[in-house]
Structure formats: C-alpha cells, structure tokens
C-alpha cells in the first residue's frame, strides 16, 4: 500500500465528498456522482483518478457505464497503523468527553 497516495487523496475536501457519496450509495457512474456538485465533469473524472490511484475506488464496467465502488481497505490499514497503535479506551474517551463539552445545556436559559 501507498500511504502517500491515500493520504494526498484524502486530503482533499472534493475527494472525500466523492468518498462519503459512494459510501452512501455504492456503485455510481460519473453522471450520477457529478450529480448537485459545483465542479464539472472532468474535475471530477481527475478526483476519481486520483482515488483509483490510490486504490480508494474501484471500478467496473457494466456494459457502456463504468461504476465507482468504495475500497475502504486502505482507509482501515492506516487506521489500524496510524491510530491503533495509541490506546483506543484513551482515545475514545477524550471522544466523548469533548462531545460531551460541546453539547450545549437543555437546561442553560437562551438569550
């Protein structure tokens, strides 16, 4: 695995909206991902070559349509590498405890 590749991949805001569209619905063509986005097509043929690239998307031809998939197997090698080498009970309690500092009061008076 190329972790350079999957972290310049990821680190673009385009690019991981393509990601969390195909996790939503797996298996969409070009047409369907361009779908209510503010770049035009070939901007995001380049996007989806790059996550190809880095082996964050596959593809297959169905006929004349080609259809984008998810690979989430590189995302999880360097979960596993990057994040599970800290101690997750840590981590996931820091987690919580910030979401649980920035969940505004029921009880705390408005205005």
Avoid at 18 to 39: F, K, S, W, Y
Avoid at 91 to 109: C, F
Wanted: hydrophobic share 40%; with cysteine; charged share 30%.
């Amino acid at each position: 695995m190329d972790d350079d590749a999957v972290f310049r991949a990821l680190a673009d805001a385009s690019r991981r909206l393509l990601l969390d569209r195909l996790h939503q619905r797996n298996g969409q063509t070009l047409v369907q991902l361009c779908e209510g986005l503010a770049m035009t097509r070939q901007a995001v043929a380049k996007h989806l070559a790059q996550l190809e690239h880095a082996n964050l998307v596959s593809t297959r031809r169905q006929g004349r349509e080609k259809l984008h998939f998810l690979n989430p197997v590189p995302i999880n090698e360097i979960a596993e590498r990057w994040i599970g080498k800290f101690e997750r009970p840590h981590l996931a309690a820091l987690s919580d405890l910030k979401q649980e500092l920035e969940r505004p009061d029921e009880g705390e008076p408005t205005g």
